[in-house]
């Protein structure tokens, strides 16, 4: 196949940072994705309906003009988190889910919450209202090995979460292991699981290719092969529980390859092409239009995009770097690479 026409996608999980990075990434997102799920942990994190809607402005303010784009907020959950606000936010259209981060789990996730019974009344809360509970999936306990934090999660804390909260509907964020897709199926339409393209295209051997490569190293870290192929099964598989989220997380390329690098692949200039190139592999492209554009949607109660797009199967040259004002550079997934699929006009 030459070429494949599709709904426009969504991009269920992306970070766009603040000031000037926000400036810079936006428009990556905005001219691929219909819209995207915005993460919230920004330095302070957004944890109210009201920082939310400014964050929101900001993000719309970074839109290039005539592209449509609508960003989907979230709510930061820590251990005070006020189910109110949160209930009133979602009811005004500020709020489309909320995000729990195991405190120190990850990017920004200091505020995190420390343990699952602090937020009771805010779970009580959303599994009344209907709002989708979004998860960094992994302990932070250090007697855990950092290749089993996702598994132990999802024995120790989801699984007893959704039993506890019959009507709560979640999403299990960047799964990485064969047991994180396993799961995802196990709970009928209440649970779903998004997948980056990294951890489709890459097993852990890719941060160790011909010495450390800081810019495949994310959170949750890249698994075994096993893994990854459950992973590509999973998202290939035409079931409505997996869908797109990049988890596109940029840094500047300083920070990334300093003596203690910061964790994320920034993946929003080439993610549609990556994710393209792992269906093509696959012999999966008429499963594509579903899990980028559809099953996400569908989980979340949004219309999928009436707008087609059009990519060809064209190499395109991806630049070496993205310069963000005069702050730093990022380096995306692909740099200074090829892409074999291109949008097509």
């Known amino acids: 196949m030459q070429s494949l026409t599709f709904r426009r996608p969504s991009d269920l999980h992306v970070h766009f940072r603040d000031s000037e990075v926000l400036e810079a990434v936006v428009p990556f997102t905005a001219r691929a994705f219909c819209t995207a799920t915005v993460m919230p942990n920004l330095v302070p994190p957004v944890r109210t309906a009201r920082e939310a809607a ?17 960003p989907r907020m979230t709510c930061y959950l820590t251990d005070q988190s006020d189910p109110q606000d949160l209930s009133e936010g979602h009811k005004a259209g500020i709020f489309t889910a909320a995000k729990l981060y195991p405190a120190h789990a990850t990017t920004n996730s200091g505020h995190g919450v420390t343990s699952i019974d602090k937020i009771q009344r805010v779970l009580e809360t959303m599994q009344d209202r209907g709002i989708p509970l979004l998860i960094h999936g992994e302990v932070t306990r250090h007697d855990v090995d950092i290749f089993d934090r996702e598994k132990i999660f999802i024995d120790e804390i989801l699984i007893p979460t959704l039993q506890r909260y019959p009507r709560l509907r979640v999403v299990l964020e960047h799964i990485t292991t064969k047991e994180g897709a396993d799961v995802a199926s196990s709970f009928g339409n209440r649970l779903g699981a998004t997948i980056t393209p990294q951890h489709l295209l890459f097993n852990r051997n890719a941060l160790f290719d011909g010495g450390l490569r800081p810019h495949m190293y994310c959170l949750p870290v890249l698994k075994r092969e096993v893994h ?17 989220g990049t988890d596109s997380a940029p840094h500047f390329q300083h ?10 692949v920034f993946s929003a200039p080439v993610a549609v092409e990556a994710y393209l190139q792992v ?20 989980f979340y109660g949004f219309e999928p995009s009436s707008t087609l797009v059009t990519y060809v199967k064209k190499p395109r ?28 006009g």
Not at 54 to 70: K, M, T
Not at 283 to 296: C, H, I, R
Request: net charge negative; charged share 25%; aromatic share 10%.
């Open 54 to 70: 400014a964050y929101r402005d900001r993000i719309n303010a970074a839109v290039p003009n005539g592209v449509r784009f609508e």
């Open 228 to 244: 990854r192929e459950a992973l590509r099964k999973a998202a290939t598989s035409g079931l409505p529980n997996y869908f797109l």
């Open 255 to 264: 920070l990334k390859e300093a003596d203690c690098g910061c964790a994320g």
């Open 279 to 298: 269906f093509d592999e696959e012999n999966a492209l008429d499963k594509f239009e579903n899990f980028a554009s559809v099953f996400g949607p569908q």
């Open 317 to 344: 040259q991806v630049p070496a770097s993205v310069q963000v004002a005069n702050v730093g550079s990022l380096k995306s997934l692909f740099a200074n690479d090829e892409v074999a699929w291109s949008l097509a």
